[in-house]
Structure formats: C-alpha cells, structure tokens
C-alpha cells in the first residue's frame, strides 16, 4: 500500500513538473517569433503551411507573398504599440475605438479567408480552415486561463 502512495505522489509531481516546463516553453517560443523579421516569420509560416496541406510552388509563392504582407503590417501595428507604451501614451480604448479595431480585425480576417481560398484548392482550403479554428479555440482558452489568472490575483489584493 505504501508502494502505491508513493508511485502516485511520484507521478502527480512528475505532471506538475511537466507542465510548468510546457508553459515556459511556449513564452520562449513566443519571445523567438517576436524578434523575427517579417520576411523571417512569412518563410516559416509558409513552410508550416507547406507541410500541412502540400502546398505546391506556385501556391508557396502566393501564400509567402500573403503572409509577408501580413507580418509586415503586424510588426508595424508592434513597434506603433511599443512606441505609444514608451511614451506613456498608451491609454485604454474607448468602446468606440474597440468596436472599430474589431471591425477591422474581421474585415481582415474575411479577407485573408478569401484570398486562400483563391490560391487553395477545396481540400486543401477545408484543412485550413479547421486549423484555423483549432487555433482560435486555443487562443480562446488560453485568455480565459489568463482571465482567470488575474481573477484570484485581485482577489488576494
């Protein structure tokens, strides 16, 4: 009996452990890709992409092409953001403002969908979407944990 406490305890700590080490994992990971160039992300991107739904080289070339734009429009949304924290300009938007950014946000979004669909072909466009919608799942549980994060610490302030 004492025997199986102990593997028990052992595995329950080697989880936690495990888990800690994912979580940290992901923030150096994400630190990386912020100071990728656009042109450095774009390529990575399109490989990833390459990889997942066997895109040929014509459909490489659109697809890089597409997704550099975006990461240059991302990194100088970044340095804008960056620039405005710096200088303490940084204030939070107004409802007005929020309803526009995410207007612009789905206009982005449609057309980014659009112009995938003009470079995949059906099947292929079908994979992406459900890889888009894995991610958006992911980036939606991942900001109720951090909800709920800062949740129990205003509660211990």
């Known amino acids: 009996m004492k025997k199986l406490v102990l593997i ?7 989880q936690a452990f495990a888990q800690q080490k994912k979580g940290e994992g992901n923030k150096e990971r994400m630190h990386k890709m912020q100071n990728l160039s656009p042109e450095e992300a774009a390529t990575m991107q399109t490989k990833r992409l390459t990889l997942h739904l066997d895109l040929n080289e014509k459909q490489q070339a659109e697809v890089q092409k597409l997704l550099l734009a975006n990461a240059e429009a991302r990194k100088a949304k970044m340095e804008e953001m960056k620039a405005k924290r710096e200088k303490g300009e940084l204030q939070k938007p107004t409802k007005e403002e929020r309803l526009k950014m995410a207007n612009a946000r789905l206009d982005h979004q449609i057309a980014m969908k659009s112009k995938m669909k003009e470079i ?34 205003k509660k211990k302030e």
């Open 120 to 153: 995949l072909s059906e099947e292929q466009f079908a994979k992406w979407e459900k890889m888009q919608a894995r991610m958006a799942h992911k980036g939606k549980e991942k900001r109720k944990m951090q909800d709920n994060k800062r949740m129990h610490q």
């Open 8 to 14: 028990a305890i052992t595995l329950m700590t080697v």
